[in-house]
């Protein structure tokens, strides 16, 4: 299905501050009898940015790259959850996923929070603890594969933190 009108943002250019609107011919045209300025509007940067993006995205595979990515991320980690005993799931789409921890007891959750992302910023791994994480292009799968043995050590941290009643947030 085809949107009327659909808004992009800085994803469009890699990063870079940039807003789309873009939308079926006869909205656009209602839009020449408006007014249109930014903060940015007379910056080239941006709109070299995205079109580079877009022709990446044209010529390489990179949209499905990001879901197979994010796809093995979000089942290996669910799967390395379960195995260790830690109340943990992943939420999100593929290429936006983001780890939440499912115990009923709130202080439980806010533990194995903490404790998780604690063990894996200190095996070199930077997953947000409080964001959706976002896949990229130069993700690999040796790179999923490092994220996960480092999860999976971190997850035995967790399990045995929380055996020992330990109260991160105390």
């Known amino acids: ?56 995205l044209r010529r390489e595979q990179v949209i499905p790259h990001l879901w197979r990515i994010g796809q093995d991320l979000t089942s290996g980690l669910d799967r390395l959850a379960q195995e260790a005993g830690v109340e943990a799931q992943t939420i999100g789409l593929p290429p936006m996923p983001f780890l939440v921890f499912t115990y009923a007891e709130p202080e439980i959750k806010e533990t194995a929070k903490y404790v998780f992302f604690r063990e894996t ?3 070199g791994i930077l997953l947000h ?42």
């Open 1 to 56: 299905m085809t949107p009327d009108l659909a808004t992009f943002s800085k994803a469009i250019s890699n990063g870079y501050a940039i807003s789309v609107l873009a939308g079926r011919r006869e909205y656009m045209q209602a839009l020449s009898k408006t007014y249109v300025s930014s903060t940015f509007f007379t910056n080239s940067i941006e709109m070299a940015a995205a079109v580079a993006t877009i022709n990446k």
């Open 121 to 123: 910023t200190r095996r």
């Open 129 to 170: 603890p409080n964001h959706h994480w976002f896949t990229s292009a130069a993700h690999t799968a040796q790179d999923v594969e490092h994220v996960l043995e480092v999860s999976q050590e971190a997850f035995q941290v967790v399990k045995q933190e929380l055996a020992r009643g330990y109260r991160a947030l105390r």
